[in-house]
């Protein structure tokens, strides 16, 4: 396939050629040429969000739904520099976007033109990989490169940076070209040694964890793990980002760790002596203090980015591969079940006497996590939950039940707020016949929830349920507990509904509920669930001295795991 067109026509005849099917972005000069041609393509629906941080979060949206490459597009200097938030958080969470971009004509690049940004230098830390592209002739060779690097390998975002001139040029387009990319092998069958090693730990010991993190879902294991669990009677414990990829029903599940992870699962860590870490980072938030973490374990880590291994804890066993072919083969090393009846007396009186639970208000206002039970009874597990980032987004990790993986969705690394109401667009347009949900703070949705005027114009009918504390949640709760209550710039007024969130929903075409109180929690919700015309913006007013329970503090130990203000656990071996 060889054609003359210009580097423009070139670049939208290459995004169908690698199969997109969507672009979220916006229009501007530089960029310009590109948008032209984009308006003829049969194939590759442009959606014009009203922020570029929008365009980027419905990318990873759609990306973490779908598995597919998530595609935004941007101009030059002020669009580019407002994707560096989303391409930042789909690097520290692992998600596959392609962020292309307008450049200045390349001759008036270094000379501080108009709306000029050097948009490769300031994402070089925070991507994958990154391209500045002057030549037209380089434009489908370099999009074939960019979607496979990001999609390969340990996923990330890529950007593309093409000056408007390289847009506007004349070129031969043909297809399929020849990726230049000797440097990258990404090496995914593990080493047959370290499995065999990590089989005879395995089989050795008397307390394993299976510590199991986002990499097994990006890898489209859960099937290998929930395998590899039952052969061996190993509990399961589920990072943040890996919530369903092994089922909450599970016998063997014992929760989420970590900062505000159920008791068990801090526990099952912490008295384990093998930890079977698998597409996990070890990080700040699960380890705690890092000295004091899981004291007397042994370490098998497998992973596919070879720089993640012993970054943070000395592996015993490191293995390099990809967590699907990695869990086949310790499958296929193991011949027994260990024993575990004492580490499963132990585990399971620590969960029957420390389930998650939370607190009634006096004055019957109303509990978030009961309206985060209630939304997963009524909802169910086969729905997308998306979450911002603060309280909420830890009650949804905790009271709503996954049994699939990749059905929650949220901004882990980072801690993005905003993530939530466009990255829920991306998700519905890359699964448009599943139900929706983002969960949200009042302050996390004010953030991006000019996306809701896109969703109802582009026909995205998602459903939001706004936590409504009054506050920035989190914060607030770190204040009153380490800063002795003292609320300085927390207070966000939406208590006295400035705004008021049914009439913000109404004047951007939405379905806009309110909710208070808890009699009327499952009727709000089965209403929200009966539109679906348009988008529904439920506001769920809620206590705002609600917190989140358990909770280790910040740079502390995970034994000093508190379930309430002032309680913690008293758990020994002896349990």
Not at 125 to 150: M, S, Y
Not at 231 to 246: C, D, K, S, W, Y
Request: aromatic letters at 6%.
């Amino acid at each position: 396939m060889t054609e003359r067109m210009t580097g423009a026509q070139s670049l939208v005849r290459a995004l169908e050629q690698v199969g997109v099917d969507t672009v979220f972005g916006i229009p501007g000069g530089a960029i310009l040429p590109a948008y032209d041609p984009l308006y003829d393509s049969a194939k590759v629906r442009h959606v014009l969000v009203r922020h570029e941080q929008g365009a980027g979060h419905a990318a990873e949206g759609y990306a973490q739904a779908t598995g597919r490459v998530g595609v935004c597009m941007a101009t030059s200097g002020p669009g580019a520099t407002n994707l560096v938030t989303p391409i930042a958080d789909a690097y520290m969470d692992s998600v596959p976007i392609v962020a292309i971009t307008g450049q200045v004509a390349s001759a008036a690049i270094g000379t501080d033109a108009f709306q000029e940004a050097d948009i490769s230098g300031i994402t070089m830390p925070i991507t994958k990989h990154n391209f500045l592209v002057t030549n037209a002739d380089d434009i489908p060779r370099t999009i074939l490169e960019a979607f496979h690097i990001a999609s390969t390998g340990r996923p990330g975002p890529v950007l593309v940076d093409i000056s408007k001139d390289a847009l506007q040029a004349d070129t031969t387009f043909s297809w399929p070209p020849t990726m230049q990319l000797p440097g990258y092998r990404p090496v995914t069958r593990p080493h047959s040694k370290q499995i065999r090693e990590a089989a005879k730990l395995i089989l050795e010991a008397k307390r394993p964890v299976l510590y199991v993190g986002g990499g097994v879902h990006k890898a489209r294991a859960s099937a290998e793990l929930l395998e590899l669990a039952e052969l061996t009677g190993i509990p399961v414990v589920t990072t943040l980002m890996a919530r369903g990829t092994f089922p909450d029903s599970h016998p063997q599940h014992m929760g989420m760790p970590g900062m505000h992870g159920s008791v068990s699962a801090v526990g099952a860590l912490q008295k384990s002596d093998l930890l079977i870490g698998l597409g996990v980072r070890f990080d700040d938030r699960v380890t705690g203090q890092l000295s004091t973490f899981a004291p007397n374990a042994k370490i098998v880590h497998a992973d596919i980015d070879p720089a993640e291994i012993s970054k943070n804890r000395h592996a015993d066993v490191p293995i390099v591969g990809d967590c699907k072919e990695v869990i086949r083969e310790l499958i296929a090393a193991i011949d027994a079940k260990g024993d575990y009846a004492e580490w499963w007396n132990l585990l399971n009186g620590i969960k029957e006497t420390y389930p998650l639970g939370f607190e009634e208000f006096e004055d019957g206002t109303l509990a978030p996590q009961y309206v985060m039970q209630r939304l997963s009874a009524i909802v169910g597990p086969d729905a997308y939950y998306v979450a911002g980032v603060g309280q909420h987004q830890m009650w949804a990790a905790q009271f709503v039940d996954y049994e699939n993986p990749g059905t929650f969705i949220n901004s882990g690394g980072l801690g993005t707020m905003g993530f939530a109401v466009p990255a829920a667009m991306g998700a519905k347009m890359g699964r448009p016949e599943s139900t929706v949900w983002a969960i949200d703070g009042d302050g996390c949705f004010q953030m991006t929830n000019q996306e809701l005027a896109t969703c109802a114009i582009e026909g995205v009918p998602i459903k939001i349920a706004v936590i409504n504390n009054g506050n920035l949640g989190m914060v607030r709760q770190w204040q009153t507990l380490f800063y002795d209550k003292r609320y300085s710039n927390t207070d966000l007024k939406t208590a006295t509904r400035i705004p008021d969130f049914v009439k913000l929903a109404e004047a951007y075409g939405c379905a806009g509920l309110r909710c208070e109180r808890a009699e009327d929690v499952d009727a709000v919700i089965k209403e929200a669930m009966e539109i679906n015309d348009r988008p529904v913006v439920v506001d769920f007013v809620v206590h705002a001295d609600a917190m989140v329970w358990p909770m280790v503090a910040a740079g502390t130990s995970n034994d000093d795991i508190k379930i309430a203000r002032d309680m913690a656990p008293k758990w020994s071996d002896d349990e």
